[in-house]
């Protein structure tokens, strides 16, 4: 992996730590939260690129938590539970789980399920439609039909972030707030900005549309 946020959230102490290790040992990034009421607001402000989520929480229920992230985030996510039961698991799935991890176990297990389901999340932005627009974050680049074009930090911020959810409309306030995590204080002409300079480089890529569109007095969404 290289450097994916891992969002743990997670009470026993013991065990999420356990899950801090083996994750950073993979090459992922961790953050850990204890009490379920703190989630929302902490996805306000960052973008996790995969959630491990316990079912029984402080604060609130897995799953309650769990439909409350889908309605504005497709991030993956796995439920860590002590409860197997199938009519369980089932409800689970309804609510946007994607993945189940029964406790108690191994973390070895954990870590190979997180990376298998990142493979795939990444895998299915990167084939968005027929056209394989590629992103690559260690070189900052989007490539696409043989062609590639290098990216600023925050282009490439704001193209992932779109590209997160296809034909979803962000507004501009949802894209400062992923785009610019360490609160730097921006305005929507910024992020206008950056946006047009971004669509003039994807051009390069020869796409047959532009993938970047600008829904009047919304925000802006990707779509290829
Ligand atoms: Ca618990």
Same mark, same amino acid.
């Given at each position: 992996?290289?450097?994916?946020?891992?969002?743990?959230?997670?009470?026993?102490?013991?065990?999420?730590?356990?899950?801090?290790?083996?994750?950073?040992?993979?090459?992922?990034?961790?953050?850990?939260?204890?009490?379920?009421?703190?989630?929302?607001?902490?996805?306000? =402000?960052? @973008?996790?690129?995969?959630?491990? %989520?316990?079912?029984? !929480?402080?604060? /609130?229920? *897995?799953?309650?938590?769990? #439909?409350?992230?889908?309605?504005?985030?497709?991030?993956?996510?796995?439920?860590?539970?002590?409860?197997?039961?199938?009519?369980?698991?089932?409800?689970?799935?309804?609510?946007?789980?994607?993945?189940?991890?029964?406790?108690?176990?191994?973390?070895?297990?954990?870590?190979?399920?997180?990376?298998?389901?990142?493979?795939?999340?990444?895998?299915?932005?990167?084939?968005?439609?027929?056209?394989?627009?590629?992103?690559?974050?260690?070189?900052?680049?989007?490539?696409?039909?043989?062609?590639?074009? =290098?990216? @600023?930090?925050?282009?490439?911020? %704001?193209?992932?972030? !779109?590209?997160? /959810?296809? *034909?979803?409309i962000?507004? #501009?306030?949802?894209?400062?707030?992923?785009?610019?995590?360490?609160?730097?204080?921006?305005?929507?002409?910024?992020?206008?900005?950056?946006?047009?300079?971004?669509?003039?480089?994807?051009?390069?890529?020869?796409?047959?549309?532009?993938?970047?569109?600008s829904m009047?007095?919304l925000g802006?969404?990707?779509?290829?």
């Amino acid at each position: 992996m290289h450097g994916e946020l891992v969002l743990i959230v997670e009470d026993e102490d013991k065990i999420a730590a356990i899950l801090v290790e083996y994750l950073q040992a993979a090459g992922c990034r961790a953050h850990r939260l204890a009490n379920g009421m703190d989630v929302l607001l902490w996805l306000k =402000v960052n @973008t996790p690129d995969l959630i491990l %989520l316990d079912r029984m !929480l402080p604060g /609130s229920d *897995g799953l309650v938590l769990c #439909r409350e992230i889908r309605q504005h985030s497709a991030v993956p996510i796995i439920m860590i539970t002590a409860r197997i039961e199938e009519a369980d698991r089932l409800a689970g799935f309804e609510q946007g789980v994607d993945d189940y991890i029964c406790k108690p176990f191994s973390p070895k297990e954990v870590v190979a399920r997180t990376t298998a389901l990142l493979r795939r999340a990444q895998g299915a932005i990167k084939s968005a439609g027929d056209i394989r627009l590629v992103l690559d974050r260690d070189s900052y680049r989007a490539m696409a039909n043989g062609h590639e074009v =290098v990216l @600023t930090a925050v282009e490439f911020e %704001l193209l992932s972030a !779109l590209m997160a /959810s296809p *034909g979803r409309i962000f507004s #501009r306030d949802e894209i400062m707030d992923r785009v610019y995590r360490d609160f730097r204080v921006v305005n929507d002409r910024t992020i206008d900005s950056h946006i047009k300079k971004l669509r003039r480089k994807l051009v390069q890529l020869h796409l047959a549309e532009d993938p970047v569109r600008s829904m009047y007095g919304l925000g802006y969404k990707f779509e290829l």
